[in-house]
């Protein structure tokens, strides 16, 4: 393998054992560089300082706070993003693109609708309101829905290789009741993963553990996405990557716990970590 791309794609397209394990390490930068040339020059200066094997563009165009949604049947009156909602964003996938793409495989972050749903009314309101009401709730997710299509097709048309597409909802601590996920927030995620898995080669299932962890990965095995990045953690069990890449049956991305080794240890120790 003589390049950044190689090495990646390789991983999806090779029945050979691999020579050579791609790396890639993430943070969001500080509110300086979140937009504009001053996001892209901070984006490509810490590819280049930790030596990463793909350009994993972070997402900051959040969806704003809504004080007018208070309860279930109040979704309806959510408010549709358009294009011009993502500019600044664009802004930034479209440089890096054009600066990176002959680096390395240029991979967007994309939020999941129940995620975005989440900023609108903060996480715990929309879990309670979906307890309460999922079809009511349904009406709002499907709007943001069509709007993170919007933002995904806008990325695929600027040319990024890929996505590292986010998924919550199915946290152990969320729903007791495994069909508000199957039935509510899983086919919003199928349809804008479906989309960018026939658009892109090199796109990453990324179950998010930021709110709380996870019991019970069976919901996930069917989702699209060559690689899939997820916590060792599953419910009480520390599963190995072996473990995880023989459940998903693809390429697993992950072993560092991110407030491990990598961020308290010495050289030493985040040398056997990785070891």
């Given at each position: 393998?003589?390049?950044?791309p190689?090495?990646?794609l390789?991983?999806?397209?090779?029945?050979?054992k691999?020579d050579?394990?791609?790396?890639?390490?993430f943070?969001?930068?500080?509110?300086?560089?979140r937009?504009?040339?001053?996001?892209?020059?901070?984006?490509?200066e810490?590819?280049?300082?930790?030596?990463?094997?793909?350009?994993?563009?972070?997402?900051?165009?959040?969806?704003?706070?809504l004080?007018?949604?208070k309860?279930p049947?109040?979704w309806?009156k959510?408010?549709?993003?358009?294009?011009e909602?993502?500019?600044?964003q664009l802004?930034v996938?479209?440089?890096?693109?054009?600066?990176g793409?002959?680096?390395?495989?240029?991979?967007?972050?994309?939020?999941?609708?129940?995620m975005?749903?989440?900023h609108t009314?903060?996480?715990?309101?929309l879990?309670?309101?979906m307890k309460?009401d999922?079809?009511?709730?349904?009406?709002g997710?499907?709007?943001?829905?069509e709007?993170?299509?919007?933002?995904?097709?806008?990325?695929?048309?600027?040319?990024?290789?890929g996505?590292?597409?986010?998924?919550?909802?199915?946290e152990?601590f969320?729903?007791h009741?495994?069909?508000?996920?199957?039935?509510?927030?899983?086919?919003?995620?199928?349809?804008?993963?479906?989309?960018?898995?026939?658009?892109?080669?090199?796109?990453?299932?990324?179950?998010?553990?930021?709110?709380?962890?996870?019991?019970?990965?069976d919901?996930?095995?069917?989702?699209?996405?060559?690689?899939?990045?997820c916590?060792?953690?599953l419910?009480?069990?520390?599963l190995?990557t072996?473990?995880l890449?023989?459940?998903f049956?693809r390429?697993f991305?992950?072993?560092?716990?991110?407030?491990?080794?990598?961020?308290?240890?010495?050289?030493?120790e985040?040398q056997?970590?990785?070891n």
């Amino acid at each position: 393998i003589t390049n950044k791309p190689d090495a990646v794609l390789s991983l999806l397209t090779s029945t050979e054992k691999q020579d050579y394990i791609p790396t890639g390490f993430f943070i969001h930068f500080g509110e300086k560089y979140r937009w504009g040339d001053a996001a892209v020059n901070r984006h490509l200066e810490y590819f280049k300082a930790i030596d990463m094997d793909f350009v994993k563009i972070q997402y900051e165009q959040v969806f704003p706070f809504l004080d007018s949604i208070k309860k279930p049947e109040d979704w309806v009156k959510m408010p549709f993003y358009g294009k011009e909602f993502y500019e600044k964003q664009l802004y930034v996938v479209k440089e890096l693109v054009k600066k990176g793409k002959s680096l390395a495989p240029v991979i967007a972050t994309l939020y999941s609708p129940f995620m975005c749903a989440g900023h609108t009314v903060t996480s715990q309101v929309l879990t309670e309101h979906m307890k309460q009401d999922p079809e009511l709730v349904k009406k709002g997710m499907d709007i943001i829905t069509e709007s993170v299509m919007i933002f995904a097709k806008e990325c695929v048309s600027l040319g990024v290789d890929g996505f590292l597409a986010s998924t919550q909802g199915g946290e152990g601590f969320r729903f007791h009741d495994p069909s508000l996920f199957m039935d509510y927030v899983k086919p919003n995620d199928l349809y804008i993963m479906k989309y960018i898995n026939q658009s892109c080669e090199c796109n990453v299932l990324h179950v998010c553990d930021y709110e709380g962890g996870y019991d019970n990965l069976d919901p996930f095995l069917d989702y699209p996405g060559p690689i899939v990045n997820c916590s060792l953690e599953l419910g009480d069990k520390k599963l190995s990557t072996k473990e995880l890449y023989e459940m998903f049956g693809r390429p697993f991305m992950g072993g560092m716990e991110k407030g491990g080794a990598i961020a308290i240890g010495s050289t030493e120790e985040i040398q056997n970590n990785v070891n």
